[in-house]
Every structure is written in structure tokens, then in C-alpha cells.
């Protein structure tokens, strides 16, 4: 259970590693770019490229609590567990009401790896939970 659980935590931390590096570098490299694929917007370059880059930074510290809580469970820390809960709940939550936003948009694809997103962190959190009987 406990090992599933990390392994999925430690996957996710690489996964929104990779995606922070790639919006700072986006955002820092190609502003243009990014403003030529967006809708019509009354944003220049510095302010989408800046917009990406913060965006970046979030996924990036997103990463280092998933890696942080991996590392706390290797050593079996309560508290790491209890902030392993916490963080695959609030992500399930999290990718749960993006799906129900995609719906509404119509983006079945979406829909669905969100909603795979949301319940492959219910199960983490779930499993994390240590509900047996204090001795």
C-alpha cells in the first residue's frame, strides 16, 4: 500500500518537475511564442512570458512537497504520512473539479485524464491513511 503510494508521489514530483522546468523555460525563452498561441490578448510578451514563468515556479514547489513527502515515508515519518493525505486529497480534489470544468468545455480527452489524475490520488491519500486501532 505504502510502497504504491510513494511510487505514485515520487512519478507525480517528476511530472511536475518536468512541466515547472519547461513553463520557466518557455516563459523565459519564447514569450512570443506563447503570446502567438494564445486568443486575442491585451498582454504583451513580458507579461505572458512573466505570467508562465510564476506559473512555472508553483509547479516546480508542487514538485519539491511531493519529493519532500517521498522522502519523509522512506523514513516512515507520521508526518509525512499525514502531509501525503493531505497532498494527494487536495490534488484529488484539485483535478477532480478541473474535469468537471472540462465538461462543461467538452473535452472528453481532458476529462478523462483529469478524472484519472483525481482518482489516482484519492487512492494515494487513501492509502496513506492509517485508520487501524491505537494498542
Known amino acids: 500500500g505504502r510502497a504504491m503510494a510513494r511510487l505514485t508521489l515520487l512519478i507525480g514530483g ?3 518537475a518536468i512541466a515547472g522546468v519547461v513553463a520557466v523555460l518557455l516563459g523565459a525563452l519564447a514569450p512570443e ?3 502567438a498561441r494564445l486568443p486575442a490578448v491585451s498582454a504583451g510578451p ?3 512570458g512573466g505570467a508562465t514563468v510564476a506559473i ?3 509547479l516546480l514547489a508542487v514538485a519539491v512537497v511531493h519529493l519532500s513527502v517521498v522522502a519523509g515515508l522512506r523514513r516512515d515519518m ?3 504520512r499525514a502531509a501525503g ?3 494527494g486529497a487536495t490534488l484529488a480534489a484539485l483535478f477532480a473539479g478541473s ?3 472540462a465538461t462543461v468545455q467538452g473535452l472528453p ?3 478523462t485524464g483529469l478524472g484519472l489524475g483525481a482518482l489516482v490520488y484519492g487512492a494515494t491519500a487513501f492509502r496513506l491513511l492509517d485508520i487501524r486501532p491505537q494498542e
Open 33 to 35: 511564442w506563447l503570446l
Open 56 to 58: 512555472g515556479a508553483a
Open 109 to 111: 480527452l481532458v476529462v
Open 78 to 80: 507520521r508526518v509525512a
Open 99 to 101: 474535469a468537471a470544468a
Open 46 to 48: 513580458p507579461a505572458v
Open 85 to 87: 493525505v493531505l497532498l
Open 14 to 16: 517528476l511530472a511536475f
